[in-house]
């Protein structure tokens, strides 16, 4: 049974550009949540998606968006990176209204330069 | 709203001692408290959780946490630390009030384990 699987695992982007990272959830889960945890720090929680709408979300500029596909794997793109932007984004997936854990991917390290 | 406070940023355990990582909440809430471990350049790994059942909880790799509403604390445990352990530890809590799978995190706390 395939955990949490997140692409790409690393990259590099430049200032003032867009990018795209994916997360398929584990098998039998129907929600997706994506976390920033920024060198040294806890993971920071972006959005959550649930029947291909975002359910909740936290403190995160509009530049953060993200979509849910019918076969429950989500996308998080961010527009206009910043510097302040990189980080180890993690996507955690669990199922929605019952009382078990999040299992989380091995993350996607993004570096703007 | 739910919150995560660890006391040490970094705790120095020699190989067989014991192992104390400290985490206090708070929650308005009954909370979901969880430990996750992270290893270099690797997701995280639940360790533990308590989800309001024995306040004892016994977790992967000799770990366990207990519960204490009254100090609001869930601090964790091994009672001989291993070289393998060395790792980021984050404690975390669910947020109850709007959906149990989002967590919030600890800011955590650095493992190192000398020989």
């Known amino acids: 049974d395939a955990g949490v699987t997140q692409s790409p695992t690393h990259l590099i982007k430049t200032r003032g550009q867009q990018v795209t990272l994916r997360c398929s959830p584990k098998?039998?889960?129907?929600?997706v949540s994506w976390y920033q945890q920024a060198l040294g720090q806890g993971p920071q929680f972006i959005f959550q998606?649930?029947?291909?709408?975002?359910?909740q979300r936290g403190n995160f500029p509009d530049r953060f968006s993200g979509h849910q596909f019918p076969n429950y794997s989500s996308e998080l793109n961010v527009n206009a990176l910043l510097l302040g932007d990189s980080a180890l984004y993690l996507c955690?997936?669990?199922?929605?209204?019952?009382?078990?854990?999040?299992?989380f991917g091995q993350g996607t390290r993004l570096t703007v330069v | 709203a739910q919150s995560v406070t660890q006391l040490g940023s970094h705790v120095s355990v020699s190989e067989g001692a014991l192992v104390l990582l400290r985490c206090n909440y708070s929650?308005?809430?009954?909370?979901?408290l969880f430990w996750y471990v992270q290893y270099p350049n690797q997701g995280l790994q639940l360790l533990l959780k308590?989800?309001?059942?024995?306040?004892l909880v016994k977790g992967i790799n000799g770990f366990e946490a207990e519960f204490k509403k009254s100090e609001t604390s869930f601090h964790l445990t091994k009672p001989s630390a291993h070289m393998s352990d060395a790792a980021e530890y984050f404690c975390?809590?669910?947020?109850?009030?709007?959906?149990?799978?989002?967590?919030?995190f600890g800011p955590g706390t650095s493992l190192s384990v000398i020989p």
């Open positions: 955690a997936s669990s199922l929605f209204g019952v009382n078990t854990e999040a299992f």
């Open positions: 098998s039998g889960h129907d929600t």
């Open positions: 998606y649930y029947e291909e709408e975002e359910r």
């Open positions: 929650s308005s809430v009954p909370p979901y």
């Open positions: 308590y989800t309001s059942a024995a306040t």
């Open positions: 975390a809590v669910s947020d109850r009030e709007t959906s149990y799978d989002k967590v919030i």
